[in-house]
Each structure stands twice: as structure tokens, then as C-alpha cells.
């Protein structure tokens, strides 16, 4: 089990606008939206005074998701910005990146339509067979576990150690689970990234992401991979995102709540044919999902019939959101396969919301038909 924020770091959260605060201080930081900032004579270290390069309310939601993730943290405006400037910032020509071959498909797209293009090497790999074959050569390792959108799992710590001993960097997508649900760093890994535009944001109104790193050197490249390229985020998400933390332990407390008893439910329930869930022993990494999760997540992969069946099922019930993308309040889902993702054509990835189970699990029921 990973370390995650404890309880008092999980209250400190809540209490972070009354350090250092004057009295007549907003506890609520502002929204900050200026380019430029008063600068007579040389700049001084740790004060804005450029809006490309810092910016006070982007800093008060680093601050938060520093507490959360246990080491200092930069905000990117997407995931993919994120992603991209982790590996902007660890590699370059002729160096060999491997990433999983059934994660987010974006990151492999990137690499084979850009970074291939100057001179990367991209490799990949299926998630629950990422340790075979080793990592010597590689500069750069991508994980994501669970696997979206097949919730396969891998071994962070064992991984990361494994990439070290190589002389490579490791890099843990944790965008399906969060610092609540595993915190990769404690686990070893030298990066981890996250899309903060699902459950972190949660509320599907802002596209946010971030990257946090214990290494000093490795976070100081990543940061100036963002003032240089410009890929900033703007202080309006960057408050929404701060005010949405406040709230995403108890969020993700009911998320997880609800899918660990929706997940057997769905597995004994005739018109189902495979339920994928961490939390479940017929997951093929159960036993690993026990020791590297603090929760098993609030996504769940399930299998119907047929692709028309599964359309069906999303149309028919009031309480799924048909859409893509996860981590809302709402439950939401999707059939992968529009996507190209390599799954059975009937599979579902379900997000699960915040929803009182008393009224969520009837719904799912009732549209199962
Ligand atoms: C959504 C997602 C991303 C990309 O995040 P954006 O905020 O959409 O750019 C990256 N990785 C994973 C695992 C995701 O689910």
C-alpha cells in the first residue's frame, strides 16, 4: 500500500488559505488574471512577473496538488500538455522511449506522429506484461495503471526500480486513480503525470493536468519546457481546479464506494458476460491491486453482448451521461471500440459517479433490461 496523503495532510488541504495569511486576507485565493506584474528593478526568485512563466492562483493549485502528491507539482493546461512536457523533458534524439500499449491512446499517437519525427524511438508494450523483457535502453518508460480502458495493472514499484537500475526514468500516468488512490512517487517512480480534467477537476468543466517529481533538476526541466513552449494554463481553471480539490477525497471516497458495489453486482447479473474491476478476485492482478492500491478505482470495464446491446444499455439509462472521458459526479459511459481501442466490441467503460448507490444500481438494472 502506498503512503498517499494521510489524514491530517488530506485536513491540511482544507486549511491551506489561512497559512501565512494577514489578517483581511481572502481565505479563497483570487483569480489572478494578469500578463504582467509590478517589476521595478531585477526580478526577484519566487515572485510572477511574467504571466507565460507564474501566475498566484496557478500557484495556489500547485500548492494543493504538491500536498497531494507528496513533492512539488507544476500545472499544464490538459493532461497531454502534461504528458508532453515530461517527455520533452527527458528526451531527446536517439533515445528510446517505451509506453503501454493499452493506455491512453493520445500518448502513443504523440509519440508516433511527433516524437518519431525527431528521432525518438517509440517502443511499446502491453501493460500487464510490462516487466517482460526488461528496460535496458530505454531512456524513458511510460506506465498507466490501471490501464485505461482495460484496468490492467502493473507493479509501480517494481517497474520503477527496475527502469532506475537501467539508467532510465520512469514516468506513472496516475490519471485513473489519483494521489488518494495510489501515489507513484512513494512508489518509487521519478515523474508522475496526471490528467486533472477527470476526477480531480470532476465536475467535466475544465481540462487541466499536472506533473510532480521529487527530482529538482528533472521538475526544473519540466518547468522550462512550459515557459519556453508556452503551454500554460489560464487562472480561471486553475481556481476551479483548486476549489474542485477541496473536494475530491470525499468525491472519490463515493466513487470507489459505489464501483466496489456495483462491480459484483454487474459480475452476477445474466446479461453480463465479463465485469473488469481491480476490486474484483477474477481480476488477473488482484492480488497487486490489494498491495499497490489504497482503492480500487471508480472505473469499471464490463462486457455485453454486442456493441448494440451496450449502445442500448448507455441510451436507456437516465443515470449515465453518454459521453467520453471519466471522473465526473455524474456516472458515465461508453462503448471503447469507437475509438479503435482494442476491446471486445459489447465493452463498456463505466465511470462511476457520485450518485446514492440506492438510486444509481436500480438505474444500471433497469437499463441491463
Ligand atoms: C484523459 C487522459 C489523458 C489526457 O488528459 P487530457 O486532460 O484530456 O489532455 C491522459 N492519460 C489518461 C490515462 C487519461 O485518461
Given at each position: 500500500?502506498?503512503?498517499?496523503?494521510?489524514?491530517?495532510?488530506?485536513?491540511?488541504?482544507?486549511?491551506?488559505?489561512?497559512?501565512?495569511?494577514?489578517?483581511?486576507?481572502?481565505?479563497?485565493?483570487?483569480?489572478?488574471?494578469?500578463?504582467?506584474?509590478?517589476l521595478p528593478g531585477d526580478p526577484e526568485p519566487g515572485l510572477p512577473f511574467y504571466g507565460r512563466e507564474a501566475n498566484p492562483t496557478w500557484q495556489a493549485a500547485e500548492?494543493?496538488?504538491?500536498?497531494?502528491?507528496?513533492?512539488?507539482?507544476?500545472?499544464?493546461?490538459?493532461?497531454?500538455?502534461?504528458?508532453?512536457?515530461?517527455?520533452?523533458?527527458?528526451?531527446?534524439?536517439?533515445?528510446?522511449?517505451?509506453?503501454?500499449?493499452?493506455?491512453?491512446?493520445?500518448?502513443?499517437?504523440?509519440?508516433?506522429?511527433?516524437?518519431e519525427g525527431f528521432g525518438v524511438r517509440v517502443e511499446t508494450r502491453p501493460t500487464a506484461a510490462f516487466a517482460e523483457g526488461?528496460?535496458?535502453?530505454?531512456?524513458?518508460?511510460?506506465?498507466e495503471t490501471p490501464s485505461n480502458p482495460g484496468l490492467d495493472i502493473c507493479d509501480i514499484s517494481a517497474v520503477s526500480k527496475?527502469?532506475?537500475?537501467?539508467?532510465?526514468?520512469?514516468?506513472?500516468?496516475?490519471?485513473?486513480?489519483t494521489p488518494f488512490g495510489q501515489r507513484p512517487l512513494d512508489l518509487g517512480a521519478d515523474l508522475v503525470v496526471a490528467s486533472d480534467t477527470k476526477a480531480p477537476g470532476g465536475h467535466s468543466d475544465i481540462l487541466l493536468g499536472h506533473v510532480a517529481s521529487r527530482d529538482e533538476a528533472l521538475l526544473a526541466r519540466v518547468r522550462d519546457w512550459r515557459t519556453r513552449s508556452g503551454s500554460i494554463p489560464g487562472p480561471f481553471e486553475a481556481w476551479l481546479l483548486h476549489r474542485s480539490?477541496?473536494?475530491?477525497?470525499?468525491?472519490?471516497?463515493?466513487?470507489?464506494?459505489?464501483?466496489?458495489?456495483?462491480?459484483?453486482?454487474?459480475?452476477?447479473?445474466?446479461?453480463?458476460?465479463?465485469?473488469r474491476f481491480p476490486g474484483l478476485d477474477s481480476h488477473p492482478a488482484h492480488g497487486l491491486a490489494r498491495r499497490q492500491m489504497r482503492r480500487f478505482g471508480f472505473l469499471i470495464g464490463f462486457t455485453l453482448e454486442s456493441r448494440a446491446a451496450a449502445e442500448a444499455?448507455?441510451?436507456?439509462?437516465?443515470?449515465?451521461?453518454?459521453?467520453?472521458?471519466?471522473?465526473?459526479?455524474?456516472?458515465?459511459?461508453?462503448c471503447r471500440l469507437r475509438?479503435?481501442?482494442?476491446?471486445?466490441?459489447?465493452?463498456?467503460?463505466?465511470?462511476?459517479?457520485?450518485?446514492?448507490?440506492?438510486?444509481?444500481?436500480?438505474?444500471?438494472?433497469?437499463a441491463l433490461g
Open positions: 500500500m502506498t503512503d498517499g496523503p494521510d489524514a491530517l495532510e488530506t485536513a491540511r488541504l482544507l486549511h491551506m488559505g489561512e497559512e501565512g495569511a494577514a489578517k483581511g486576507d481572502p481565505l479563497a485565493p483570487p483569480i489572478v488574471a494578469s500578463s504582467m506584474f509590478h500548492a494543493a496538488l504538491s500536498l497531494l502528491e507528496g513533492a512539488p507539482a507544476l500545472l499544464f493546461p490538459s493532461g497531454m500538455a502534461a504528458i508532453t512536457a515530461a517527455l520533452m523533458a527527458t528526451l531527446k534524439a536517439g533515445d528510446r522511449l517505451l509506453l503501454p500499449s493499452d493506455g491512453y491512446y493520445a500518448g502513443r499517437v504523440l509519440a508516433r506522429d511527433f516524437l526488461g528496460f535496458e535502453g530505454f531512456r524513458a518508460v511510460l506506465i527496475a527502469v532506475r537500475a537501467a539508467g532510465g526514468l520512469s514516468i506513472v500516468d496516475n490519471t485513473t486513480m480539490l477541496q473536494t475530491l477525497e470525499l468525491r472519490l471516497a463515493r466513487m470507489c464506494d459505489n464501483a466496489e458495489a456495483l462491480a459484483p453486482r454487474l459480475a452476477a447479473h445474466p446479461k453480463v458476460r465479463e465485469v444499455f448507455i441510451e436507456r439509462c437516465p443515470l449515465l451521461a453518454a459521453a467520453t472521458s471519466f471522473g465526473g459526479t455524474h456516472s458515465s459511459a461508453e475509438w479503435g481501442d482494442d476491446v471486445a466490441p459489447g465493452y463498456v467503460r463505466l465511470s462511476v459517479g457520485t450518485e446514492p448507490l440506492e438510486a444509481l444500481w436500480p438505474a444500471l438494472e433497469a
